[in-house]
């Protein structure tokens, strides 16, 4: 696959479908990671993601016709919410994340800050959300995840 050609754009409700399977596909290793493959992603919905769709705005990288990377946003008081980043297991280490995750930023220009999520032991998108910015500001146990605790990180933008 030449991922020199990978394109980022807003997806579309006809996309979901694809972007679903992608999602189930790429959190299949946070699972195995943690041991516990009960996770909200694995057990998501095309009924619940196209819910997400009326709120949220998603994007989609696409390499030879084919969606191989995704992510889910919104805004509310200048705090742009991210969601979900996933990138196929093939096309990860390409950079592809970091560039999604800099597409949304370029989204949302009125924004002061951005928010994720992520599991505390999640060290690999613990660091790539590091390297653009984003810093640790809590750790909490997810009510939904008895064993899991999650991090909260936030990347502060000063205009």
Not at 120 to 130: A, D, K, Q, T, V
Not at 137 to 156: I, N, P, T, Y
């Amino acid at each position: 696959m030449d991922y020199t050609t990978i394109s980022i754009t807003l997806a579309d409700k006809d996309d979901l479908k694809e972007i679903l399977s992608l999602q189930k596909r790429a959190f299949q290793t946070e699972a195995e990671h943690h041991g516990n493959y009960d996770i909200e992603p694995l057990q998501q919905t095309y009924e619940s993601i196209c819910a997400d769709f009326e709120s949220y705005t998603f994007l989609k990288a696409v390499c030879e016709n084919r969606i191989i990377g995704s992510v889910k946003s919104r805004i509310k008081e200048r705090t742009v919410w991210v969601g979900k980043l996933i990138v196929a297991q093939e096309a990860r280490r390409q950079g592809l994340g970091k560039r999604l995750l800099l597409e949304v930023e370029k989204l949302y220009p009125e924004a002061n800050r951005f928010q994720l999520f992520t599991a505390s032991s999640s060290i690999h998108n613990i660091r790539l959300y590091e390297s653009i910015g984003y810093r640790i500001v809590g750790e909490f146990k997810d009510d939904s995840q008895a064993d899991l605790v999650l991090v909260e990180m936030h990347k502060e933008v000063h205009k």
